[in-house]
């Protein structure tokens, strides 16, 4: 996010990264562009989420910068003021300056909290605890908080998911509204003689909503989700700037047509169709040599891609002595193989997709000059894959290639003697006779006199496969002689078990989060509002309990589906072979 600050002049830009706090001077180039020239840059520790410029009597405004893990740090030019954590919140949240009362305000964990920005200062990291002015539990998660500087009287605008609610700077109540939607944006402002607040909320199904303090004046529909807004000049009037959730910037003003709705009308142009016809053949040869890029190595020939000046060569590859895997299963084989790409090329990325092992998944290449022969190794892992196909795409500016190549079976398995007897059978009629094993599987087959009989072990366990075959028969019986399969299996239930009563305990948990909610928001419409006794403990404690139970039905959602993989990997493998 991005803010102007008023420092040393009045054209400085902050810029927030989640891991960079840069301070920006925008100059007058030569051709009349403007110009940023970093002025300073801080290292964050924490990962930020949001930033805000708080005004200083006599001195430069500070920069309010909140972390991922609710902790709040000050900076005042190129030096940090101070760092410290809110242990009142249980995650981060939006946050405002009122500029009358010299308060922060903080919204997180259902409560909207306030501080006097002196009193935040002359707390150092460790020491005391610090008090806020006031707090108010708004039974609801605060999405975003507006205020409208009104040197007589401010106000706080707090957008909830369901509810918009004002506050004076003291914390008490003025008015709120209850939204049927989600809310996801808010811009409020002062307008008219009285002062009136009209207020703008943008809800997930695309509506916009104005009103005029808690008086719905109209809606919009528009054809996307506003995830920000704000206010701007355009062709003489002042429209409303929304940022979509298609990464649009869309700038648009409120009319009286039935819509509500209009993007200001451009400038007319006339159409070049000629030109038109031209790029569009221009895109459909692009789009006819693309599609003929991806080529599949079963033989000798490497798959190669070419579309127009960028190139890629695959190799067949092999197997690497010694192993270049890292596992903690110990000595498993690697195969690599050697993308080529022709010098002279920048930026270029790699992906690769594979169910196999590889050290990495993705490539960035600043220049190919040094780095046309790149070596990509593949190696079981601690999952057997349930695919040996892999597929290499290559990014270099507005191109893509796609490349494919199949790996050899004994990457994955290795003979072993067969075992005719087993409890777990599979039998498998084909539309044909079955081929020769050894001409099928030449790599894996344990023993030339017997072609039409395999016994595979897969690496890393102790699963052995046996797949035999008779004669011109249409039959074929995969036996499986495994210890763990059972014992595999058996977990898997009871996995699924637990997977099943944790999701009734999460449903319990996020009821119990709407239970609380809807006694709080009633509270909340009356001006007189008291405080609950303990409340701020309730908030945590139901919070809590809510993210430790999404957090153990993760963790067990990927447990499950690790020993889904396995078993399908399994029955896959016997299949292929």
Known sequence: M?????QYSSHTLAVLTPKMLIMYDIEKGDTDSPVLQQMYSHNLVETAFKMVSVPVIDANHHILVMGIGASMSIYDGEQCVLSRLLSTSLHPGPIGVCHSSSSIIVGSSGTVRSVKYSLLTAHSVGGKKLNFDWALAVGDSVVDIQITQNESLPTIMVL????????????????????QCIGLALKSFNHGPTNYIISIVSTNTGALLVLKDNILMWTSHTPFVARYLDLCDAREAICMLTVADTNQMVVGYLGTEPSLYRIPIAPNRSVDYAAKRAQMAE??????????????????????????????TLDAGEFDNPTRAHTKHGDIPSWTLRLTLPPDLRDVQINVHADLQTETKSYMIANTKDASLIPLTFFIGDVPPVDPHITVAVHHESTQLILTASLPLSLIATPCSVARQAKHKVTLDVDGPTHDLTELLPDITSSPSHTNQIGLQILTTDVVVCILTAGKSTRINVN?????????????????????????????????????????????????YTPLANLTLLIETTYNRLLSAIDSHAATGIRLNGLRRCQRSLVVRGKEA
């Not at 909830?160 to 939204?179: I, P």
């Not at 319990?508 to 709080?520: D, G, S, T, Y």
């Open 2 to 6: 991005a803010q102007f600050v008023p």
């Open 160 to 179: 909830c998911r369901k509810r918009l609610v004002a506050l004076t700077s003291g914390g008490n109540l003025k008015f709120s509204f209850d939204l």
């Open 283 to 312: 895109f459909e040869e692009q789009i006819r040599l693309f599609g003929g890029g991806g080529v599949d190595i079963d033989g000798d020939e490497a798959p190669r891609a070419t579309v127009k000046e960028l190139t890629a």
């Open 480 to 528: 499986f002689a495994v210890s763990s399969a059972v014992e595999a299996a058996e977990n898997y239930v009871q996995l699924e078990t637990k997977y099943e009563k944790e999701k009734e305990g999460l449903t319990k948990n996020a009821a119990e989060v709407r239970a609380m909610q809807a006694v709080l928001i009633p509270m909340t419409r009356n001006t007189k």
